[in-house]
């Protein structure tokens, strides 16, 4: 018998250190469009002084002060948006690069960010939209490259992200974001020899992270490495011991005939969070199995186990396995 579990996704945490990693790199335009900048009468070094002296303010109130003499003025809805992206006002920033990439279709930093924007407003959909209208400009970039694939892993469509995040790695090997992505969307799509090795090569890469290190277990655990998914999922918890770590360190044991060790991890797993109902389905799944091996015996096991199947399906319905373990033995 095997523990039934509710894996973890790997769409969701790579999705979000992605994103981290993907958009902390803020462009500026002025940097990039010098001929836009000489056409402009904005005084960008006033914009410039104003930032510098951390007056946000001043700077936007420059900025429109010039839009109103020019509402075309790429550039400053451009240094705009990019003020309130770096304030973390998303729905400003988005209107101030949607107004700069509606003024310049064919300008990348317009296009680039106001996708960035809607990405951090998790409007996925219009992310990739706006995405693939700035790779139609530069089709190599790796950020875009990187969020695009990013979104699509979001809106669960790996086969979509593929190309994309392929397309990443090629523009800059060293990344280790890169790779994880690349390495989640593997998972996604089964191909879980792949994405061991994306996985180890961003271990190699980047600092290690419990969302990194739990993705490389699981893949390890899809292909039958049940010792390196122990080894892997033992560093997890000393960074950071959380249910669902314990939960897949319980896993492990399982596959590995270590049933007491298991029964221990899941019940750690519980102890930090009592609802987590894959913990519970494998602790079950545990006793039972103890009832089973004392010839049917056991019923304090059996007991435990149907109370543990029974809270499980309260959390969480749609769960035909657990229903038919809790029909067989309840």
């Not at 920033?93 to 310049?104: C, F, I, N, Q, V």
């Not at 892997?232 to 950071?240: K, P």
């Not at 249910?243 to 596959?255: D, L």
Request: glycine share 4%; with cysteine.
């Amino acid at each position: 018998m095997t523990t039934t579990t509710n894996i973890t996704s790997a769409l969701a945490i790579a999705a979000t250190a992605i994103i981290a990693a993907g958009c902390a790199l803020p462009r500026s335009p002025l940097s990039e469009n010098p001929e836009t900048i000489r056409a402009t009468p904005v005084q960008m070094q006033v914009v410039d002084e104003a930032l510098a002296a951390g007056d946000d303010e001043e700077a936007l109130r420059i900025l429109a002060r010039a839009i109103e003499q020019n509402p075309t003025l790429t550039v400053a809805h451009l240094r705009m948006g990019e003020i309130y992206r770096v304030r973390g006002d998303y729905d400003e920033a988005e209107r101030s690069y949607a107004t700069a990439a509606r003024l310049e279709p064919r300008n990348f930093d317009a296009q680039y960010n106001h996708g960035l924007t809607l990405h951090l407003l998790n409007r996925l959909a219009d992310a990739v939209r706006a995405y693939l209208r700035a790779l139609s400009i530069r089709p190599n970039d790796f950020e875009a490259n990187l969020n695009l694939a990013t979104a699509y892993l979001q809106l669960e469509e790996p086969s979509q992200a593929l190309a994309y995040a392929e397309r990443a790695i090629r523009a800059q090997p060293t990344s280790g974001p890169a790779r994880a992505n690349l390495g989640s969307i593997y998972a996604a799509l089964d191909r879980h020899n792949d994405a061991v090795r994306q996985f180890e090569s961003a271990a190699e890469l980047m600092e290690l992270s419990p969302e990194l290190l739990l993705n490389l277990a699981d893949s390890l655990g899809r292909i039958g490495r049940y010792e390196q998914m122990q080894i892997t999922l033992d560093a997890v918890v000393e960074l950071n011991p959380s249910a669902p770590a314990w939960e897949r360190v319980g896993y492990a044991r399982f596959k590995l005939r270590d049933y007491s060790g298991a029964q221990t991890a899941f019940r750690e797993s519980l102890n930090i969070d009592t609802r987590h109902f894959p913990a519970l389905n494998g602790l079950a799944v545990c006793l039972l199995n103890e009832y089973l091996q004392s010839n049917r015996q056991d019923e304090a096991a059996r007991r435990e186990a149907i109370d543990l199947l029974r809270r499980s399906l309260q959390i969480n319905r749609n769960q035909p396995r657990i229903t038919e373990l809790l029909s067989r033995y309840g």
